[in-house]
């Protein structure tokens, strides 16, 4: 689907999403549990759907309801797989499919999930998966017993438990290999130890995510100071917990309209976020500060607000912790007087796409000079975007944060811009076009 933005002044009230990260892994975490979880408020996206998708092929059981306005999900879990053990042993030979789509949160969660239990997990994914190596975190759980079959670590993958714990070493240029350890180890058989050496570890605050769960259900583990090393002994059980809590608002889909606040002059409030949770993403903020946006924060009511009157100007941030930030910030960059370089984030090419390459790539396409690094771009802005063409196309590339960029740069255009591939944004952030009012 291509969208078409006609430049306008951006400014509006917007409920935040609620985040994919913590929607997924409450999920996950449901189905491992035992008894009814509910989920309240989650994200209703391209890449929950998938995840719910695989969470039914374990064998759990999700149900949305509705109650007092508010939406939840009903998640029958599966008690760590032990109800399901003697089954298990007399259906070895049966193999079940996931298909996890566009979601590699859903596919490294689940392929750590899929090595509890005794069966054959056949997982597939969309092209952009099948480009996705998950090697490192094969041949981790390879290292704990379990059986593994893959080319070159992309899907189709084959993972056949049972887990049988051990020592081994997990480079993570994504968390998600680490937070898919963390939370299936603790549903492995009594008397195993999961012990996991990190000589690499990127985008820390979403392990502090995980943590958080661990944390709450009292699910016992071992952390060293730097992040370097983890024990978490198997025979634990995750819990349902009986509080009402609604899953917190994601910073990274919040980046966008704060982007076109910033881009066009706003003032855009944003509504549902927790100044207080670990989602590294809320540096966005701290970021469009720096280069010269008011950002007013109301913490009681969970709300802030952006504006910009005075002129953007070029700094250097270290992503590393919030990769996913750089096509947001690579375009407010674009709209700022002198250099932004955005570094340390070498992970930002393997996301979806290589967002480097393609970042540097469009924004040719708008005049804007860019110089790419090993690990980042350095985006030479000159306070404006000047299209190549009053009929110019800027290409998604299938990627929901390219696409949501670019609509947002499109804004702040002397001309109209079209954006292919523009259904993707719904990966994250369902009705965000209506937000922003496309032709």
């Known amino acids: 689907?291509?969208?078409?933005?006609?430049?306008?002044?951006?400014?509006?009230?917007?409920?935040?999403?609620?985040?994919?990260?913590?929607?997924?892994?409450?999920?996950?975490?449901?189905?491992?549990?035992?008894?009814?979880?509910?989920?309240?408020?989650?994200?209703?996206?391209?890449?929950?759907?998938?995840?719910?998708?695989?969470?039914?092929?374990?064998?759990?059981?999700?149900?949305?309801?509705?109650?007092?306005?508010?939406?939840?999900?009903?998640?029958?879990?599966?008690?760590?797989?032990?109800?399901?053990?003697?089954?298990?042993?007399?259906?070895?030979?049966?193999?079940?499919?996931?298909?996890?789509?566009?979601?590699?949160?859903?596919?490294?969660?689940?392929?750590?999930?899929?090595?509890?239990?005794?069966?054959?997990?056949?997982?597939?994914?969309?092209?952009?998966?099948?480009?996705?190596?998950?090697?490192?975190?094969?041949?981790?759980?390879?290292?704990?017993?379990?059986?593994?079959?893959?080319?070159?670590?992309?899907?189709?993958?084959?993972?056949?438990?049972?887990?049988?714990?051990?020592?081994?070493?997990?480079?993570?240029?994504?968390?998600?290999?680490?937070?898919?350890?963390?939370?299936?180890?603790p549903s492995a058989p009594s008397g195993t130890v999961t012990e996991i050496d990190v000589p690499l570890l990127n985008e820390k605050p979403y392990i502090d995510m995980t943590l958080s769960y661990l944390k709450t259900h009292g699910i016992p583990f071992e952390r060293a100071p730097d992040y370097s090393h983890f024990i978490i002994p198997g025979g634990s059980a995750w819990k349902v917990l009986p509080q009402k809590k609604s899953v917190p608002g994601d910073f990274s889909s919040a980046a966008f309209p704060a982007a076109a606040a910033a881009i066009t002059g706003g003032p855009v409030t944003l509504r549902g976020l927790d100044p207080q949770d670990t989602q590294g993403d809320k540096f966005f903020f701290e970021m469009l500060s720096d280069m010269g946006c008011d950002v007013s924060w109301n913490d009681e009511e969970q709300f802030l607000t952006i504006s910009r009157e005075s002129t953007l100007r070029g700094k250097t941030f270290d992503l590393n912790a919030s990769p996913d930030l750089l096509p947001a910030a690579a375009v407010v960059a674009a709209f700022a007087e002198g250099d932004t370089k955005l570094v340390n984030v070498a992970n930002a090419r393997i996301k979806e796409t290589d967002r480097i390459a393609v970042m540097a790539s469009e924004l040719a396409k708008l005049s804007v000079e860019c110089t790419e690094l090993p690990d980042g771009i350095i985006i030479h802005g000159k306070g404006k975007i000047r299209p190549i063409s009053e009929n110019i196309h800027i290409n998604g590339h299938s990627d929901h944060r390219i696409v949501m960029a670019f609509s947002v740069a499109a804004l702040g255009s002397p001309v109209p811009i079209v954006i292919t591939t523009a259904e993707s944004a719904a990966v994250t952030f369902p009705g965000f076009f209506d937000l922003i009012k496309f032709d």
């Open 1 to 185: 689907m291509d969208v078409r933005i006609t430049p306008h002044r951006f400014t509006d009230s917007i409920k935040i999403p609620a985040s994919k990260s913590h929607t997924i892994r409450q999920l996950f975490i449901a189905s491992l549990a035992e008894g009814v979880t509910k989920i309240y408020n989650p994200l209703d996206s391209y890449d929950t759907l998938s995840c719910i998708s695989a969470c039914n092929e374990f064998g759990a059981s999700v149900t949305t309801h509705c109650e007092d306005d508010d939406i939840f999900w009903n998640v029958c879990g599966l008690n760590g797989f032990k109800d399901q053990f003697e089954k298990c042993l007399k259906e070895q030979n049966k193999s079940f499919n996931i298909d996890v789509g566009n979601s590699g949160t859903t596919l490294y969660l689940a392929l750590a999930i899929a090595g509890l239990q005794l069966n054959k997990i056949n997982f597939t994914g969309d092209n952009q998966i099948q480009k996705r190596s998950a090697a490192p975190l094969l041949n981790a759980l390879a290292g704990l017993g379990i059986q593994v079959q893959s080319k070159e670590g992309c899907v189709p993958i084959v993972v056949k438990g049972p887990w049988k714990g051990g020592k081994v070493s997990l480079s993570c240029p994504t968390s998600q290999y680490l937070s898919a350890l963390l939370i299936a180890a």
